[in-house]
C-alpha cells in the first residue's frame, strides 16, 4: 500500500534502506557470512563464463553486476539484451553459467532466452522478485530480491535490490574461491552503510526537487554522462528520466560524448555528470568542461572524496564496488520530480506496462 504517498515510486524509493537491510538479513549470518545454496556457489566457480540476461532496468543492473562479479570472482561476464540475445546468440563459453535478471520474472524476452538455454542442457539461476514467477519456476536456481512488491512502473527498488543480490552473490563465489579481493570485503557491513548513505540522500530531496524545478523545466532533452560504473548508471538514470517525464534523455559513456553525439549539445542543455570513481573523476570532469564550453549547463553528482565546491549534489562515500547504490538515488528523485513538475502520472507513463509479456 501506498499509504500517505502521493505515488507508489516515492514510496518503493523510499523502501530502499530497508530493502538493503533486509537482503543483509536474508543472505548473511550474524558472523556475516553470506548464505546462498551450496549448489549455486558450486555451479558458478566451476563455470568459465557468466552470461546476464535481462531487458530495461534489470539490463542496466546487469553491468553494475558484472562489474562487481568479475572482481570479486575472476569469471569473465557477458551482459546481453534478452530480445538480442535469442535471436543472435553469441559463440559460448565451453562451461556457460546463465543469470536471469528479471523484477517481475515474466518478462517474455527474457523467458525465450530461457527456453533455449534449458534445450540445450545449460545451467541458469534467475534473480527476481516474484517467488513462483514463470523465469523463477523454469531456471535451475533461484534468488530473491525481497524488495516487496514493486507497482510503479518505473522500476527503483527492484535496481538496488538486484545490484545488491548480485554482490552478495560474487563475495559467495568470490569467497569459494579464496579471492583476496573477496575474502576483504564485509558485504553486511558494507550494504548496512548503504542503507543510511541511501536514507541520508531521501532526507535531502527537496534539495533535488528545487534543483531538478531549475535544470529541467522546460528542457527538451537531457544527458547522463560518466566512465565505468557511472556510465552503467547514466544508462539507467537516462531510461528512468526518459520513461516517465518524456524528457529524451540519453546516457553516455562520458569520454564517447566528443566522437559524435556532442554535436547535439545546445545552450543550456542539461547535462548530468555521475563521478564517483578516483580513476576516471579528472576525466569525466574533462569532458564536462567540453560540454560546458558548448553552452551545456553542468549537473554534477559525486561522491564527497571527489567533490568539487561546485558540484551540485554530493554523496557521502561507500564501498567503491558498490557506489551505484547511491549514485543511482538522486538520479531517481530526479525522475520523479521532473514528471511531477510536468504534471505527468508519475507511476503510469504512456504506452507502457509493468511487466512486458510480449517479445
Ligand atoms: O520485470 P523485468 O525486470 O524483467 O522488467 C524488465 C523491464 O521491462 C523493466 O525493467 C522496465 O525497463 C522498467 N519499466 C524500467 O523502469
Known sequence: EKGAYPYYMLKEIDDQPAVMRRIVQEYTDTLGRTVIDEDIIKQITASDR???IACGTSYN????????????TNI???????????????????????IFLSQSGETADSRQVLVQTSELGLPSLTLTNVAGSTLSREADYTLLLHAGPEIAVASTKAYTAQIAVLAVLAKAVGDSKANPSSLDFDIAHELSVIATVIESIIAEKMTISQLVED??????????????VDYYVSMEASLKLKEISYIQAE??????LKHGTIALIEEMTPVFGVITDKKTAAHTR???????????????????????ETDQFVIPDVHPLLTALVSIIPTQLIA???????????????????SVTVE
Open 50 to 52: 557468466i552470461y546476464v
Open 61 to 72: 543492473a546487469g553491468w553494475v553486476g558484472k562489474a562487481i562479479l568479475e572482481k570479486m
Open 76 to 98: 569473465p561476464v557477458e551482459v546481453h539484451l534478452s530480445s538480442e540475445f535469442g535471436y543472435n546468440m553469441p559463440l559460448l563459453s565451453d562451461n556457460p553459467f546463465f
Open 215 to 228: 535544470y529541467l523545466a522546460t528542457t527538451r532533452n537531457a544527458f547522463y554522462i560518466g566512465r565505468g
Open 251 to 256: 546516457g553516455f559513456a562520458a569520454g564517447e
Open 286 to 308: 574533462g569532458n564536462l568542461k567540453e560540454v560546458e564550453s558548448r553552452g551545456a549547463r553542468n549537473f554534477v553528482i559525486a561522491l564527497s572524496s571527489l567533490a568539487k
Open 336 to 354: 520523479y520530480f521532473a514528471t511531477l513538475q510536468r504534471g505527468y502520472d508519475v507511476d503510469k507513463p504512456r504506452n507502457l506496462a509493468k
